[in-house]
């Protein structure tokens, strides 16, 4: 399977912008994803971006996109309490009439340090 | 609440138990998941059921089994496991398999083997 990295664990003081990186080997990926796993709780989808787009803005979210590197972020501006969560990068590669598979990182755990 | 329901949210098993873990959604979605989320580990898909059928099995051991009696409901029974099968055992659903909007997740069954 394809492999899609992060790094475990970012803390950011309220207010601050948070960036949470990922890297994934696929060269075919052709959506990418962020979801947000809070406390308790499943995952979340936050936002997704297509392969030929570089950036994507939604609120205080950003998504960029480096294709080249193989390089997916995602920032969060003013960063608050209740951003604290587990964030998954995601990918997938395939649109055919028997699905398609999503690769999934480990999740980057987000503090919040207030 | 998200539109998948799994239950139970805690579960604590001794090795030689046989005991089921239950998914229900009532979103319309076709397609339903088994995602196996462990500490510093990639999400691991671990079943994947389409119309009711199963279409995937990722080498997941035989003292997991699932079961899909209709597309609204999921079932994984569990039995003779290891103390490494401990773990947050996540339930998704989609409309299709087909999709690239991503997916449900239900709030994950915590599963202790003692």
């Known amino acids: 399977g394809e492999d899609v990295e992060q790094s475990l664990f970012l803390s950011v003081r309220e207010g601050d912008s948070s960036v949470i990186n990922c890297t994934y080997t696929?060269?075919?990926?052709?959506?990418l994803y962020w979801y947000k796993q809070e406390p308790g709780a499943g995952l979340q989808l936050l936002t997704y971006?297509?392969?030929?787009?570089d950036m994507k803005q939604d609120q205080r979210l950003t998504v960029l996109l480096n294709k080249k590197d193989k390089h997916l972020s995602l920032r969060i501006a003013d960063t608050q309490t209740g951003d604290s969560a587990i964030y998954f990068c995601?990918?997938?590669?395939?649109?055919?009439?028997?699905?398609?598979?999503?690769?999934f990182g480990t999740g980057t755990s987000l503090t919040v340090i207030p | 609440e998200t539109g998948v329901t799994q239950t139970p949210r805690h579960l604590v098993m001794g090795m030689t138990n046989k005991k089921s873990l239950k998914c229900e959604q009532h979103?319309?979605?076709?397609?339903m998941y088994w995602y196996k989320q462990s500490a510093k580990k990639p999400l691991e898909l671990m079943f994947v059921?389409?119309?009711?059928?199963?279409?995937e099995n990722n080498s997941v051991p035989s003292r997991f089994s699932p079961e899909c009696p209709n597309s609204s409901h999921l079932f994984l029974h569990l039995h003779t496991l290891q103390p490494e099968d401990s773990a947050l055992y996540l339930c998704?659903?989609?409309?299709?398999?087909?999709?690239?909007?991503?997916?449900?997740f239900g709030s994950g069954t915590r599963l202790t083997v003692v």
């Open positions: 979103l319309g979605h076709n397609a």
């Open positions: 998704a659903s989609s409309q299709d398999r087909g999709a690239w909007y991503g997916y449900t």
């Open positions: 696929d060269s075919s990926s052709t959506y």
């Open positions: 971006i297509f392969s030929n787009m």
């Open positions: 995601a990918e997938t590669n395939s649109f055919t009439n028997t699905g398609n598979q999503f690769y």
């Open positions: 059921y389409s119309l009711e059928e199963r279409v």
